[in-house]
Structure formats: structure tokens, C-alpha cells
């Protein structure tokens, strides 16, 4: 099976190249624009492989697109390039609408044609993946705000999106589904929770505390630090993809997280002590730990129900937050020149998504 991997050299689509070319016969064809996130660094491990191929393309690009569909003629599509940091998109949303839902027609498009020249054996069993986001549902209520047992997202939550960045991801879902119901084109869409792992981009919450914990810079926390992530280890979400995409149903939602619960604060605490163990110095790293005005609109929780993965797919997070932010940690102790590889300038961990006077009122 040859599976064309959009954002493969992103955060979780490297994982998932990693996961398809050591764990699996298939193929890999990684189409990615290689912007500030995107690094063939993370993919060292199989580069060399014969069942990878690389392409750098814009999926706003069907000229690029079509030629890449004909020449490498995939099985399947998993489709992950997107624009994904909410900061950002509070700064500058016109790159989040134009990749995540442009670009996102526009490979709908260039996979639909492809897919009706097949032959019908390969056009029956050929798939298009969607990878989102939890974020598409808004946000779950706080302990704090009710008593009794608290809700959870699942393949059915009504869309509520906050940000301009969640609001683009449910704008291509809403896509993916019409491309199936119009054109009978066959789609699966899967909602992830907070990712987190080896070789994640620095502006993103665990890798930005791990950096400047060990630089000596603030750790910050947006408002009281009580907001609540699932939190679900990349390598757990890499398998779940690629079980998705060869068993999963035409038409289906499935809802991927890593029941893993957490306040913000308890994450940035938690790697502070895992530090002080593995890198200790005179002080400890929570005393750099401060408090910074909240990101506008900030949703208070997420938190998946995978109960249909599970049940449906056969899988289970093999990984604890404890077990994959220790691994994490580790990481970036013993791969510090892909830290700075990464950034190459244009990103310095500086905060994005303010809104100057207005995020202080």
C-alpha cells in the first residue's frame, strides 16, 4: 500500500512516516511545503528507505498536486498539513484559512479526480483521511464550574469552535464530509487531543517549557494555569492514524485521545521535577515559572472519549503522561542541535497571539 502523507515533515505527520516505514511494508509518499514547522530532520530515520519518497509541495498547489497523485499513485490519502498553533492564528489568521481550508479543497479535489480514473478494484478500496482536532467541539465545562461527573467529547459533539485556528479545522471537516455525501468520495475523519512527543515544534506548550527551563528563561503560564488538556503521546497518535486509514470505515468519525487529563500548571510543575532530577542545578527549575495574561478566548477543557477507537479499532494509548513526558524530556536533553536546528530564526519562543492593549483589559 502507498500512502500519500500531507505535512509529513510536521510534528505528528513525521510520526506517522516513522510509524508506516519501520512498523509496517507500505510506503510513504511525504508531501509537505517545509514552512517554519515542517523539518526533514525528524525524518533521518527513514530517509533512506525505498518505500520513502519526498515531494515538496503547497497543497494550495493543484498543478503540483495532480502531478504528484500521477506520478506516485497512492492507495490512500492521510491528510495532515495544516497551520496549527492557536497563537498564531489569533496573529495572523489568513495563513490558517488559506492552508487548512483552501488547501484542504484543493486536495479534495486533485484526490477526487485522481480517484475516479482508477480501476475499481483500487477505486473501492481507496481512502481519504482527515486528520483534525478536539478544538473543533469549543471547550468541555471546568471542574471548578459543576458538580458530578463531567462530560467528554465525543464522535457526535455539536461544533463550537473558538479561535480562528479551530474554526479552519472545522471548516475542512465540514469539507471532507460534503466531498463524501456529494461526491461519494470515500472520506474518514478523525479529532485528535493535545499532542505532545520527540520532535514537536517549540512554540507549543511541553518543548517551550523544556527550552527555557534549561536556558534559564521564564516559564509561562497563561492565566491561573488551570486550563485542561488531554494530553496523548505523538507515537500512541501514530498508530491510531494508521489504524484508521487501513481499517476504518468509509464515513466514520473517530475520536482519538489519551485519557490523560491535565491542568496546564501540573503539566509545566511536572517537568520541572522531572528536570531537576535529570538536569539538576542550584536552584529549582519552578522557581522560573511565571504567570502571563490569558490567550484571548482561551477554552478551558478538552477531553476525548477514544471509547469507539478502542471498541471499533482494537487501540489503546500504550503510553501514561508520566512514561511519554519523561521520554520527552529525555529527548530534548539528548537532542539539542535539532532544537536548534528548527529554529531558524523566524521563531525564537517569543509569545504570539496577543493583542497588544486589548489582552490586558
Given amino acids: 500500500m502507498r500512502i500519500l502523507v500531507t505535512g509529513g515533515a510536521g510534528f505528528i505527520g513525521s510520526a ?10 507500505d510506503s510513504v509518499v511525504n508531501v509537505d511545503k517545509l514552512t517554519y514547522a ?57 495563513d490558517f484559512i488559506q492552508t487548512n481550508i483552501v488547501g484542504t479543497y484543493t486536495l479534495l479535489e486533485a484526490a477526487r479526480e485522481y480517484w475516479n480514473a482508477l480501476e475499481e478494484d483500487r477505486k473501492s478500496a481507496f481512502r481519504f483521511h482527515h486528520i483534525s482536532t478536539d478544538e473543533v467541539y469549543g471547550d468541555l465545562p471546568h471542574p471548578d464550574e459543576m458538580t458530578g461527573e463531567l ?29 463524501l455525501r456529494t461526491y461519494g468520495f470515500p472520506t474518514i475523519v478523525t479529532n485528535c487531543s493535545n499532542n505532545y512527543g520527540p520532535y514537536h515544534f517549540p512554540e507549543k506548550l511541553i518543548p517551550l517549557v523544556i527550552l527555557n527551563a534549561l536556558e534559564g528563561k521564564p516559564l509561562p503560564i497563561y ?6 488538556r488531554d494530553w496523548l503521546y505523538v507515537e500512541d497518535h501514530a498508530r491510531a492514524l494508521y489504524k484508521v486509514v487501513t481499517e476504518g470505515k468509509v464515513g466514520e468519525t473517530y475520536n482519538i485521545g ?3 487529563e491535565k491542568q496546564n500548571i501540573d ?4 517537568i520541572c521535577e522531572i ?10 527549575y519552578a522557581e522560573q515559572i511565571t504567570f502571563v495574561s490569558d490567550r484571548p478566548g482561551h477554552d478551558r477543557r478538552y477531553a476525548i472519549d477514544a471509547s469507539k477507537m478502542s471498541r471499533e479499532l482494537n487501540w489503546q494509548p500504550q503510553e501514561t503522561f508520566e512514561t511519554g513526558l519523561r521520554k520527552t524530556v529525555e529527548w530534548y536533553l539528548a537532542n539539542q542541535d535539532w532544537c536548534h536546528n528548527v529554529q531558524d530564526g523566524s521563531y525564537q519562543r517569543e509569545r504570539l497571539g496577543t493583542l497588544g492593549q486589548e489582552l490586558q483589559q
Fill in 16 to 25: 506517522v512516516t516513522r510509524n508506516i516505514i519501520q512498523k509496517t511494508q
Fill in 38 to 94: 515542517g523539518n526533514l530532520e525528524s525524518l533521518a530515520s527513514v530517509d533512506h528507505s525505498d518505500r520513502y519518497a519526498f515531494e515538496r509541495v503547497d497543497i494550495c498547489d493543484r498543478v503540483a498536486l495532480d502531478r504528484v497523485f500521477q506520478t506516485h499513485q497512492p492507495d490512500a490519502v492521510m491528510h495532515l498539513a495544516a497551520e496549527s498553533h492557536v497563537d498564531r492564528s489569533i496573529t495572523g489568521p489568513a
Fill in 151 to 179: 462530560p467528554l467529547f465525543t464522535e457526535t459533539t455539536p461544533y463550537a469552535p473558538s479561535s480562528p485556528y479551530s474554526a479552519s479545522k472545522a471548516s475542512s471537516d465540514h469539507l471532507v464530509r460534503a466531498w
Fill in 223 to 228: 492565566g491561573k494555569g488551570d486550563q485542561i
Fill in 258 to 260: 489519551g485519557h490523560n
Fill in 267 to 270: 503539566v509545566v510543575k511536572t
Fill in 275 to 284: 528536570l531537576d532530577e535529570l538536569r539538576p542545578k542550584d536552584t529549582q
